[in-house]
């Protein structure tokens, strides 16, 4: 990513259908180099945005949670099905013990994140990690940081983005 402005920005998502708007309005603006990494708790949307996210990159899909793999890879669906050419790296390093009751060691799920490769992928894709908060960071000079809580009493959420203006900004 270029050395864009830093902006902070809370959004309501009171439905599903709200979150993964929200992911194909991020999707719509990421291009090749960008990081998305996205924390919250089991619930959250996590998933549910990055589906958004790959609807908005326009890539084969469907994009579905790579928990059990780890990674996965979605290429762009040509651009006469709405593809802007972006490669889509879904990661989710729940696995990788960030997820868990027990506290990790950062190094180490930045270490076993370091052996997917992912500084290599994010020269020719952007690359949208679930469970990333904290030990996914250093993979570029600047990520777009997606925080998704969820309501004790209902069904709503709400994120709060913090990151490259660019990717924060509302509206097209």
């Given at each position: ?38 924390a919250g708790p089991l619930g959250a949307g996590k998933t549910c945005l990055a589906a958004g996210v790959g609807e908005g ?116």
């Amino acid at each position: 990513m270029s050395a864009d402005l830093i902006a902070d920005r809370r959004v309501a998502l009171p439905t599903a259908a709200d979150t993964a708007a929200l992911g194909q309005e991020i999707g719509a603006r990421l291009r090749p180099g960008d990081l998305v990494v996205l924390a919250g708790p089991l619930g959250a949307g996590k998933t549910c945005l990055a589906a958004g996210v790959g609807e908005g990159l326009g890539v084969e899909g469907p994009v579905t949670s790579p928990t059990f793999v780890i990674a996965r890879e979605h290429p762009p669906l040509p651009a006469a099905l709405g593809g802007r050419g972006v490669v889509l790296v879904h990661v989710d390093a729940y696995r990788l013990g960030v997820g868990t009751a027990v506290t990790p060691d950062p190094r180490e799920v930045a270490a076993q994140l370091d052996d997917l490769d992912l500084d290599t992928d994010l020269t020719r894709a952007a690359v949208v990690i679930e469970w990333g908060e904290g030990v996914a960071e250093h993979l570029a000079a600047e990520h777009l940081l997606v925080r998704l809580d969820r309501s004790s009493t209902a069904e709503d959420r709400e994120a709060h983005l913090h990151g490259p203006a660019r990717l924060v900004a509302s509206g097209p």
